[in-house]
């Protein structure tokens, strides 16, 4: 197998610490970012190389981009993982906390692609991974900003590899379903807070404590299976396009394909 010179954010938990372990057992060089970097120090141990990031500050991007390429001298494998889902009701969230969403699924993902991408036209080779969700082709209820988000990084990824094929450079998006990871405990978090006094208050609160009685099930997929399909997109001279995994992924994307939409709107509304 290619060693490959790997960055990933959002090393620090869930899909991407598992994904940081898979890799670097591979023999790959994986530089993990995180904010909480004590966060990503059991990964040492098979050799990733851990950075401090916050993905939207752009000075805490460049310096780590800079980091690698300064050791390393190119960038094989960018991984856009770190994300967190903020729930609401569209009257509830505020524009800031909205901004502050789109900030890090969005703009961050935009901010470290920019900043990746002039070395990898050099080297005329890479391969971008973001990771969207099966939330970029469905939404599900009290998740407006979050879906308006991987909607958007759906567009983003297709646009950019239309833009980048003629560089040498692959993207493939992956398109996770439910996950155990803490992701489902923060969407829920934020939305009983955000509703908190307010006309959504009672709904709001059933749709979170589903979140979280799912979340704490057995039901959802292991984040391992999504570390294995990154792996694979990691590895594959030409990666898919589109990788839709994990716990009810493809049954829901399907029956949103074939649904007339109220129906599908009547399916999210009672499915907590
Ligand atoms: P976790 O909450 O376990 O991990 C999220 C990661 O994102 C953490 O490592 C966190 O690191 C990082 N992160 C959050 N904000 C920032 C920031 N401002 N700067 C840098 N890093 C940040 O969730 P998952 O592993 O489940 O999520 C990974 C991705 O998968 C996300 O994009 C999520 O939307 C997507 N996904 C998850 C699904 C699920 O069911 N779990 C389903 C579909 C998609 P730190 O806080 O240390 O910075």
New binding site residues.
Partial sequence: MEKKVIIL??????????TAEMLAKQGHIVYG?????E??DALKQFGVKTLQ?????EE?VDKAVKAIIAAEGRIDVLV??????SFGAIEDVSIAEARKQF???IF?VAMLTKKVLPHMRKQHSGTIIN??????RLTIYFGAW?HA??YALEAFSDALRMETKGFGINVAI?????????????AADHLEESSKGGAYEEQAKKVAEGLRKL?SGNM??S?EV?AKVISRATNARRPKARYLI??G?KPLVFLHTILPTRWFDFIMMHAS
Avoid: H, L
């Fill in positions: 954010t959002g090393a620090s938990s869930g899909i991407g610490y598992q970012a995180a904010r909480r970097v966060k990503m990031m916050d993905v939207t500050i805490s856009n993982n770190a994300g967190y889902g900030d890090v699924n961050g990771i969207s969700s099966m939330g970029g979050y988000t991987k992956i398109e996770p379903g439910g996950i155990k990871t803490p992701w489902g405990f923060i979340y959802m997929s984040p999504i994990g716990f992924a």
